[in-house]
């Protein structure tokens, strides 16, 4: 048994020496065209996230229009990355600044939707429990609105 456990912990550690120590430190680093991706994918997740939420179509049109221009100075980054970096971080700064603007926008939305949904379950259950209120009260004190309305009615007859 002792033999299978360091036999396994020998495997482990000639794995472990096997992988580089270090990594390629080029390879790690983005370029602006990836950043300008992934702000648009982040993009694109947040307006589906407000639509899902209840945000107007309207508002929602609206930052769809403003993900495909991201989307179109994008392909225009890539286009140029091999040619044109300067011109290539110019696209991707335009992408990314529309992009992130669509982002606070949706979020925006989504805020709005909720604080609205929020809103009209308020009412509902405010309303609910005022009719709830209302009808307790009255199955309570409808002896005495029956002898009310029975005085009213006495008087009437005795007025006239």
Same mark, same amino acid.
């Given at each position: ?5 360091? #036999?396994? $912990? ?17 390879? #790690?680093?983005?370029?602006? &065209? ?12 947040? &307006? ?23 989307? +179109? ?21 335009? +992408? ?14 989504? +805020? #709005? ?13 405010? $309303? ?10 009255? $199955? ?21």
């Amino acid at each position: 048994m002792r033999f299978r456990q360091l #036999a396994l $912990l020998g495997t482990l550690l000639i794995l472990v020496i096997s992988f580089p120590a270090t990594t390629n430190k080029a390879s #790690a680093q983005s370029t602006p &065209v990836d950043i300008a991706q992934n702000k648009i994918v982040q993009a694109f997740q947040i &307006v589906q996230q407000a639509d899902l939420g209840g945000a107007s179509p309207a508002a929602i049109s609206q930052l769809a229009s403003n993900l495909n221009l991201a989307l +179109s100075y994008e392909e225009s980054a890539i286009r140029l990355f091999s040619t044109n970096r300067t011109g290539s971080a110019v696209f991707a700064s335009l +992408s990314l600044n529309v992009s992130t603007s669509a982002t606070v926008q949706a979020q925006t939305a989504a +805020s #709005a939707a909720r604080t609205q949904t929020f809103l009209g379950q308020l009412g509902a259950y405010s $309303l609910a429990i005022a009719v709830g209120l209302g009808s307790t009260l009255l $199955l309570i004190e409808l002896d005495r609105v029956k002898n009310f309305v029975r005085k009213t009615r006495l008087r009437r007859l005795r007025l006239e």
